[in-house]
């Protein structure tokens, strides 16, 4: 095998020395989380700690992001496959991505803390299940959304070829959610890096749980009033969002491509200089063949025992389902005692306040949600079907939406105060600039699957300006659009606890409405109304998505959908 592959040349020498960097970096990030535990965490604002404290950032929204890709795949399949969950699983999926970081944070730390007291596991968990609450939402969605709008005929083909669940699945289901998977990967990595700032430098009362990371060191710069560390700080975040768009992102939108539904038509093809580069690898090439000769071996053994009928494994899994969704009622229930039990505490008066910050906050959303669709399709479409503006504007599109928001609320709000717009409507313009992005991700994703004949089509009958928009690119987008409008109102809501709530020059600024009653109640240690708080936008959540959003996701399975 190895006479038959490229020598050993520079190329090789460069993956060799990437490889030894990750295995360096993860011994690093072990020694990390595996070390004691600190009563304080001092942070260091010089420049020279920036490649460390990017490095730990990095590993914890990597592991967060497999968490939320392994997450999205059971979760997704489990409510798209089984209906009696499904109406358990969608209404608390919806609750989940609505729920602010800290309506989650002080039980889970303090839970986690007390469970490993002696080392950072429990801390470095916290942290990762934080930001992992910013990404895993939106993902889950587009995997449910895709497995509910299979063409047809692929679900014909695997039903007359007796495919198993398993065949099924990753031969017909999988392949078909790649895009809008792979596009909203990329979105969660953003939608966590939002949240940075609070998941690594998080503090309850007394208690001081920051941990060493990038977001650690721009909260600290940001208090500090260090401008110099600030800007390090930026430069350091463009710099990890840059080089992970090229070493990750980028080479995995380009292999997504492959999983375009179409019937023929010709596409220009996405380049990544990454994918070319590892092919002049020796090295690759000689992993591939033995990787291919592994699963061939695998293939030519002797067949084994026919496997138990298609209804027996049927059967076991609908066993499998019941079981696992009876658990998750009884800790449901469990949860909704102990939670009764909290909001006794609260006064009668304080409900009121809470209602009125909930319809005050669900405009704000609204309205955000609004203005960012008003940009955010026209340019993911221009971004979309266009390999070279994708090729050029994705990893400035990556940097934008990666880049924690909360770091330019400062700089917004003086903006908004010199333009005499108070915060009230100014946490609209907050919540826009983590929100937007939702949108726009989604619309590249529908753009990017367009089939290539339909176009084709279009341009032969002279189809053009409004028209086209009309009668394909809108059919073709409507399902993408509607899970990021959702995501979006999703994160807006999320979002409203730094956006009606912000600390400017040393003087703390908040408007009406339920992100300012989270952060205010986290900030006083007052449970009851951090519970009160919770609920009403729960309700009000679930209720605004089976009323709107549930029926426009069935307009676009219904009308919307070019595989129907």
Do not use: C
């Not at 995997?143 to 669940?165: G, H, K, M």
């Not at 990544?272 to 020796?282: A, E, M, Q, T, Y």
């Amino acid at each position: 095998m190895l006479h038959r592959t490229r020598q050993f040349g520079w190329v090789d020498a460069l993956v060799l020395a990437a490889l030894a960097g990750v295995i360096y970096g993860l011994v690093h990030t072990a020694r990390e989380w595996t070390g004691e535990l600190r009563p304080t965490v001092e942070i260091d604002l010089s420049p020279l700690a920036l490649p460390k404290y990017t490095l730990l950032s990095l590993s914890r929204g990597l592991a967060a992001n497999v968490l939320s890709l392994g997450f999205s795949l059971l979760y997704g399949y489990w409510a798209a496959k089984d209906r009696v969950a499904e109406r358990v699983l969608v209404p608390m999926l919806d609750i989940l991505q609505s729920i602010p970081v800290l309506g989650f944070m002080p039980g889970l730390v303090l839970a986690l803390v007390a469970a490993f007291p002696t080392s950072n596991i429990g801390l470095e968990l916290a942290a990762v299940f934080m930001i992992f609450t910013g990404q895993a939402w939106n993902m889950t969605f587009s995997f449910y959304y895709s497995l509910r709008s299979v063409p047809a005929d692929q679900i014909e083909v695997a039903t007359a070829y007796r495919f198993s669940w398993w065949q099924r699945l990753r031969k017909v289901e999988l392949p078909f959610a790649t895009i809008g998977l792979v596009w909203n990967s990329m979105m969660s990595m953003a939608g966590g890096w939002f949240f940075l700032m609070i998941s690594e430098a998080f503090v309850l009362g007394k208690q001081d749980f920051r941990l060493p990371g990038l977001g650690s060191y721009m909260s600290v710069a940001v208090a500090r009033g260090d401008r110099a560390a600030m800007l390090w700080a930026i430069l350091a975040m463009v710099l990890m969002i840059a080089a992970l768009d090229q070493l990750l992102w980028r080479p995995v939108v380009v292999w997504s491509q492959k999983f375009r539904v179409e019937e023929g038509g010709h596409a220009e093809a996405m380049h990544s200089w990454l994918l070319s580069f590892l092919r002049r690898s020796g090295l690759v090439e000689w992993a591939g063949e033995l990787l291919r000769r592994r699963v061939a071996e695998q293939r030519a053994r002797p067949a084994r025992p026919p496997p138990r009928s298609a209804r027996a494994t049927g059967r076991l899994g609908s066993v499998a389902s019941a079981v696992l969704f009876l658990v998750l009622l009884g800790a449901l229930l469990v949860g909704a005692v102990r939670l009764l039990a909290i909001l006794r505490e609260l006064a009668l008066g304080a409900w009121g306040l809470v209602a009125l910050s909930a319809v005050l906050t669900l405009g704000r959303v609204l309205l955000a949600t609004a203005l960012g669709t008003l940009w955010a399709v026209p340019a993911g479409l221009a971004i979309g079907l266009s390999p070279r503006l994708s090729r050029l504007l994705q990893p400035v599109v990556q940097v934008v939406a990666s880049f924690p928001a909360p770091m330019l609320f400062p700089a917004v709000v003086a903006a908004l105060k010199l333009a005499g717009v108070g915060l009230g409507l100014g946490s609209v313009v907050l919540m826009l600039l983590g929100t937007q992005w939702y949108i726009l991700f989604n619309v590249i994703a529908g753009a990017t699957s367009i089939p290539a004949d339909l176009r084709e089509a279009a341009r032969s009958y002279r189809i053009t300006g409004w028209q086209l928009f009309r009668v394909l690119y809108l059919p073709a987008i409507f399902p993408y659009l509607v899970t990021g409008w959702v995501t979006a109102a999703g994160g807006a809501w999320n979002a409203s606890i730094v956006s009606e709530y912000v600390s400017f020059r040393g003087e703390v600024l908040a408007t009406t409405g339920l992100g300012a009653q989270v952060s205010l109640a986290a900030a006083a240690g007052d449970f009851g109304l951090l519970a009160a708080s919770i609920v009403v936008m729960s309700v009000v959540v679930v209720a605004f998505n089976r009323l709107v959003w549930k029926r426009l996701h069935t307009l676009s399975e219904t009308h919307f959908s070019l595989s129907k």
